[in-house]
């Protein structure tokens, strides 16, 4: 069992950054996929950014050039640095563990809300 755990998010306006950090527990955090994913009310959640155990990235469009995913896996953490915020950035934002093999386990996080608004 991985345990997640998010912080960071809060209130903050148009413009403003956040930073995201998300712990995820066990001895092979270096091999997990980890994910930022979002939700809105009344909408589906949806992935914002990725990064492999390579380092890869991945991002969706609408925050490209915006945030930034990064890891440190002597700590176990993974961080959503989040620049130029937009009040379409509000939403409940989930942290994904995607454990190697067959089959992966996904494991998430209890959520923390960003709201961005004037």
């Known amino acids: 069992q991985v345990q997640v755990v998010e912080s960071g998010g809060g209130l903050v306006q148009p413009g403003g950054s956040l930073r995201l950090s998300c712990t995820a527990s066990g001895n092979n955090f270096n091999t997990y996929l980890m994910g930022w994913y979002r939700q809105a009310p009344g909408k589906q959640r949806d992935l914002v950014a990725r990064?492999?155990?390579?380092?890869?990235?991945n991002y969706a469009d609408s925050v490209k050039g915006r945030f930034t995913i990064s890891r440190d896996n002597a700590k176990n953490t993974v961080f959503l640095q989040m620049n130029s915020l937009k009040p379409e950035d509000t939403a409940v934002y989930y942290c994904n563990a995607r454990t190697v093999g067959v089959p992966s386990i996904d494991y998430w996080g209890q959520g923390t809300q960003v709201t961005v608004s004037s």
């Open positions: 990064i492999f155990r390579s380092g890869v990235t």
